[in-house]
């Protein structure tokens, strides 16, 4: 069997002492029998994972995992050099973090262009498109961050109260925000999230709680190996 993983610094084992052995993809492709492509980095975005994986999809993997991390990173492609630069709402990357390129853009990119509803909604669109690409294929998606996922999926009733720190709520009327409610609901309704791990009951940041980490925040090795079995476990239930 063989397996396709991609993701952020959780999916890629950030802070493990050997991530190509303890790394919860590496750990549940032991327990498949299976090899593992983990194609997963330190600071990841969604939009990254979305070409990586299509673009890898041509080696006819028998199983890809997909783990979603937070809808506040943006990836973009240096001119120079087309070099991949995922930044994220802390500006920090291992290469660039101290360029005033970097730094600029990113401050003007999170004060001028962040905006979160939006970024929510391309999430969503994001999970659309590769699910219908995958279609034919066997995944199983999971949430790495809870991505504020209650409060988005609120019912109509509560809808207003619960994103009111999320939004642009002063220049919103409740008709505009309605309509927001309106398309949201329409995106969940194309998601299938029966292929989720536990869609909105479970995220890999969770096991922050439960389990060691490292100073940067990330589960070790024993979380790996309990991620690893829950997904094993689910697999084998399906």
């Known amino acids: 069997m063989k397996i396709y993983a991609n993701g952020c610094s959780f999916t890629f084992g950030d802070e493990l002492k050997n991530p190509n052995e303890s790394a919860w993809p590496v750990m549940l492709a032991n ?3 299976g090899s593992i492509y983990n194609n997963a980095i330190s600071g990841g975005t969604n939009s990254r994972t979305v070409y990586n994986t299509i673009k890898n999809s041509c080696q006819d993997y028998d199983l890809y995992l997909i ?3 937070t809808y506040t990173r943006f990836t973009f492609y240096k001119s120079d050099n087309n070099f991949e630069i995922n930044f994220n709402p802390q500006l920090k990357n291992k290469i660039y973090s101290e360029e005033k390129f970097f730094k600029q ?3 003007t990119l999170y004060k001028v ?3 979160e509803l939006y970024a929510f909604k391309k999430w969503l669109q994001e999970i659309i498109l590769l699910q219908r690409f995958l279609n034919q294929q066997p995944y199983l998606m999971i ?3 809870d991505n504020n996922l209650k409060l988005w999926l609120s019912d109509e ?3 207003i109260k619960n994103i009111k720190s999320l939004i642009n709520f002063d220049i919103m009327n409740d008709e505009q925000i309605f309509e927001e409610f309106k398309e949201i609901q329409y995106y969940i309704s194309c998601i299938d ?3 989720f791990y536990k869609w909105e009951d479970f995220s890999i940041r969770d096991l922050t709680s439960k389990f060691d980490c490292g100073s940067a925040g990330h589960i070790l090795e024993n979380g790996h ?3 690893s079995e829950l997904i094993y476990n689910h697999l084998c239930l399906k």
């Open 143 to 145: 949430n790495t961050f």
């Open 105 to 107: 853009w990113g401050e």
């Open 193 to 195: 999230i029966s292929k």
């Open 225 to 227: 190996a309990y991620l």
């Open 113 to 115: 262009w962040f905006n």
């Open 67 to 69: 783990a979603w991390t």
């Open 157 to 159: 009733s509560s809808f």
């Open 31 to 33: 327990k498949l029998n």
